[in-house]
């Protein structure tokens, strides 16, 4: 059975930081192409940042410099730094786990809510 159980969501103040985690259990994590999306209320699930199974990562432009994705193959966690919030960043956020070779296999986890406010 897969699993993706994302944590570290909360309440911060603009300029603050938070780090999620996303646990994962039932792949073999070391191939899979990490992902975190986002989702405010009222808008559609965007893609933010991702990790290839040989490290190469991207961002959404508005994450650029803020936000840093990482993985940990040996504990088959990826994670999401986030520095310097902003209100705007407020939403759930979501880990996602893709691999496409003679199948394509996508995964996602629960989702754990961020929120940037004073």
């Known amino acids: 059975q897969v699993q993706l159980v994302e944590s570290g969501g909360g309440l911060v103040q603009p300029g603050g930081s938070l780090r999620l985690s996303c646990s994962t259990s039932?792949?073999?994590?070391?191939?899979?192409?990490m992902g975190w999306y986002r989702q405010a209320p009222g808008e559609q699930r965007e893609l933010v940042t991702t990790?290839?199974?040989?490290?190469?990562?991207k961002y959404v432009d508005s994450v650029k410099g803020r936000f840093t994705i990482s993985r940990d193959n040996a504990k088959n966690t990826v994670y999401l730094q986030m520095n310097n919030l902003r209100p705007e960043d407020t939403a759930a956020y979501y880990c996602?786990?893709?691999?496409?070779?003679?199948?394509?296999?996508?995964?996602w986890g629960q989702g754990t809510q961020v929120t940037v406010s004073s």
């Open positions: 996602n786990a893709e691999y496409s070779g003679l199948r394509r296999y996508n995964y």
């Open positions: 039932g792949i073999t994590f070391s191939i899979y192409v």
């Open positions: 990790i290839t199974s040989d490290g190469n990562t």
